[in-house]
């Protein structure tokens, strides 16, 4: 599902609030500017699961916001560095508790730095289609596909969090 609208923003992040645990990605671009602009934040739980797009007109991303700063919920990543820079910029806040799988992975012996792509296939079982793996997430519309394979990325990432954690 893509939510470009504030209320479907403050209505999924209400209803994901109270989860033990949510996977996060964001998908930016950074090319010519001095920041990361963030261009979609995907986030799921092990029921619900939605990419949310930054760029739609007047959108409010404030209820993700205050969902990264709700210390009550894990925040579930992978490599998690760059999605929580773009965070802190957006926010002036860091984001947490935080639980990244890459460092996790390499702690129980998936090697150094496992790409995700690696722990999917691995872990999940899957090969993950590349195609839209270098889309200008900045150009809109977002084809479903796009849109598909970017909640892939924090669908799957509960499968590694789960797998990592037992």
């Known amino acids: 599902m893509l939510i470009t609208k504030s209320a479907a923003v403050a209505d999924f992040c209400d209803e994901i609030s109270t989860a033990e ?3 996060v990605d964001t998908e930016f671009v950074r090319e010519k500017t001095y ?3 963030l261009c979609l934040v995907q986030i799921a739980t092990p029921d619900k699961a939605a990419a949310i797009d930054p760029l739609a007109r007047d959108i409010d991303l404030q209820p993700v916001y205050d ?3 709700n210390t009550s919920v894990l925040k579930v990543f992978h490599s998690a560095s760059q999605d929580m820079q773009v965070m802190f910029n957006a926010t002036g806040e860091m984001i947490g508790p935080v639980f990244d799988t890459q460092i996790a992975a390499m ?10 792509a690696t722990l999917v296939q691995r872990i999940v079982g899957l090969t993950i289609d590349k195609r839209s793996q270098m889309t200008d997430w900045s150009r809109r519309p977002l084809t479903d596909h796009q849109v598909e ?11 590694i969090y789960d797998r990592l954690t037992t």
């Open 67 to 69: 969902l990264m700063a």
């Open 149 to 159: 394979y970017a909640i892939g990325d924090v669908t799957h990432l509960i499968h």
């Open 35 to 37: 920041w990361p602009i």
């Open 21 to 23: 645990f949510v996977a």
């Open 107 to 116: 702690v129980c012996g998936y090697g150094d730095q496992p790409a995700y």
